[in-house]
Nanobody, 127 residues
Framework: QVQLVESGGGLVQAGGSLTLSCAAS????????MGWFRQAPGKEREFVAG????????DYADFVKGRFSISRDNAKNTVNLQMNSLKPEDTAVYYC????????????????????WGQGTQVTVSS
């Protein structure tokens, strides 16, 4: 089992940048595929970005491609989400999630693929 704690959220102007971090505790972090999701008020939680346990395979939602970048440091048990060119529509609570990596290329993109979740961190982008 793994416990996840997000940090790095806050208020930023449109066009700005933020880096979210997710600290994981528990065994075998390096064997978990990781992901970031977000949920805006009144909307469903949606996939943002994911990467395989070895960090070599990634996937992004179309609406963040070219703006966001996901990475991990297995030595530090962390996964980051670098967010650039932020837009007001990126405003949401961002969640870190983990699931057992079934292969070195496995990137989970669906909410129900992830059994482990953090509490979320608020990102607000002002226009």
């Amino acid at each position: 089992q793994v416990q996840l704690v997000e940090s790095g959220g806050g208020l930023v102007q449109a066009g700005g940048s933020l880096t979210l971090s997710c600290a994981a505790s528990g065994r075998s972090f390096s064997t978990y595929a990781m992901g970031w999701f977000r949920q805006a008020p009144g909307k469903e939680r949606e996939f943002v970005a994911g990467l395989a346990w070895n960090g070599r395979s990634t996937d992004y939602a179309d609406f963040v491609k070219g703006r966001f970048s996901i990475s991990r440091d297995n030595a530090k048990n962390t996964v980051n989400l670098q967010m650039n060119s932020l837009k007001p529509e990126d405003t949401a609570v961002y969640y870190c999630a983990a699931t057992v990596g079934v292969s070195s290329r496995y990137v989970a993109t669906k909410r129900n693929e992830y059994p482990y979740w953090g509490q979320g961190t608020q990102v607000t982008v002002s226009s």
